[in-house]
Nanobody, 127 residues
Framework: QVQLVESGGGLVQVGDSLRLSCVLSGRTFSNYAMAWFRQAPGKEREFVAAIGSTNGVTYYQNSVRGRFTISRDNAKSTVYLQMNSLKPEDTAVYYC????????????????????WGKGTLVTVSS
């Protein structure tokens, strides 16, 4: 059974930092590109960041570039999202996704092209 389990969300103040984690079980983690998406209340799910399965190249949405960092630890089957300088507009449920055999898929920018999804973790940034 494939599972993606996110953790690390919570309530923080503007300017604070959080680190989200997502663990993949049931599949070989190193075979998957990993991505983070988010969905704010009343909005569609949007791409946040991704990291390739083989080349480790990273991709970011423009609004988080320079503030967020995605990384992966294949030995722990875990992908991380370090979020710094958080803003109220970062408030959302954050989901991780796994895409088999990819280093990059343009469908990620549309919230698509993902084989497995986690259930999400809520991040609330209070002003």
């Amino acid at each position: 059974q494939v599972q993606l389990v996110e953790s690390g969300g919570g309530l923080v103040q503007v300017g604070d930092s959080l680190r989200l984690s997502c663990v993949l079980s049931g599949r070989t983690f190193s075979n998957y590109a990993m991505a983070w998406f988010r969905q704010a209340p009343g909005k569609e799910r949007e791409f946040v960041a991704a990291i390739g399965s083989t080349n480790g190249v990273t991709y970011y949405q423009n609004s988080v570039r320079g503030r967020f960092t995605i990384s992966r630890d294949n030995a722990k089957s875990t992908v991380y999202l370090q979020m710094n300088s958080l803003k109220p507009e970062d408030t959302a449920v954050y989901y991780c996704g796994a895409d088999f055999g990819s280093d990059y898929d343009p469908r990620w920018k549309l919230g698509d092209g993902i084989d497995y999804w986690g259930k999400g973790t809520l991040v609330t940034v209070s002003s």
